[in-house]
């Protein structure tokens, strides 16, 4: 259970940043599998999906809730150090995805699409250089139709290994204004400031039913493909990971580098390769 929570964690603090896939985050911790059979699962197999996703959702909160601003601060920082910890994250699920084709016939569909996820992984960061304008969040029947469409977009996002979601609301112009709202939420429940909670859920209320019915629409998705076309879904999956760290390069900011910064950096992503490969441990 512990372990699940802290996987959960990592997945709901990698959704929140620019570049990193909290679905990259779920495959490099051997729990991606079942996250999606218990999504697609929930009614058939209720109690078994539940052990699943009650652990995996309380730890993604926490991650948001309780490491956002530590995150944050860490990225303001120390954002080379930071930076490298999360490619470490993700380069530590590689082998497991390797495995999973290792001693099989490599055919040019496989390639193919492994190139194809690569290549829409970075052209998206490319793309996601410039955050669009931010979104208007006030209150009227048109930005809650537009809040419920971004939450299933950037959940869809969040679900697909290589995808950032925090990479798709920067480009719609809804990641810095959602974030500010979380962290305002936050900000008034710790208060019981009972007027900028309702104020709060007017925004997040919409936004949140989207992301839920997203997740839910894009597993059975993944579900069918993994059913089908299980090697070119890890070929695929492999592209999507080895691009997500051109993705951070591209994505975030480094910083000052010096002799000291590049010292720590290293021990910072071989701590995340070493954290993603004991994780991933069944």
């Not at 579900?223 to 999956?237: D, L, Q, R, S, T």
């Not at 591209?250 to 910083?255: A, D, I, Y």
Request: aromatic letters at 8%.
């Amino acid at each position: 259970m512990i372990r699940m929570i802290l996987k959960g964690v990592v997945i709901g603090v990698a959704n929140i940043i620019p570049g990193v896939s909290g679905g990259t985050m779920a495959v490099s911790m051997g729990i991606y599998d079942k996250m999606i059979h218990a999504a697609t699962h929930l009614f058939s197999e209720f109690k078994e999906s539940m052990k699943v996703l009650i652990p995996i959702v309380i730890g993604a909160a926490l991650g948001v809730v309780a490491l956002a601003r530590i995150i944050e601060i860490m990225f303001e920082n120390i954002p080379f150090q930071t930076n490298l910890l999360f490619i470490g994250l993700i380069l530590g699920g590689l082998p497991a995805m390797t495995k999973k084709v290792k001693g099989k016939t490599i055919r040019a569909g496989h390639l193919l699409a492994c190139l194809l996820f690569f290549a829409m992984v970075v052209g998206l960061a490319v793309m996601g250089e410039r955050e669009g304008a931010a979104a208007d969040l006030s209150f009227n029947l048109l930005n809650v139709i537009k809040l419920f469409g971004v939450g299933i977009v950037a959940s869809a996002t969040m679900v697909i290994p290589g995808v950032s979601g925090s990479m798709m609301l920067m480009l719609m112009g809804y990641y810095n204004p959602v974030l500010s709202e979380i962290n305002r939420f936050i900000d008034n429940l710790l208060d019981f400031n009972v007027p900028g909670l309702l104020e709060g859920c007017l925004v997040l209320v919409p936004f949140g039913i989207g992301v839920v019915i997203g997740i839910f629409a894009i597993a059975k998705v993944i579900e069918i493909i993994f059913e089908k076309f299980p090697e070119h879904a890890y070929w695929a999956i492999i592209g999507l990971i080895v691009a997500s760290p051109i993705a951070i390069l591209l994505m975030n900011e480094f910083g000052a580098i010096n002799a000291v910064a590049i010292l720590t950096g290293v021990f910072a992503l071989a701590a995340g390769v070493v954290i993603a490969l004991k994780l991933g441990e069944e």
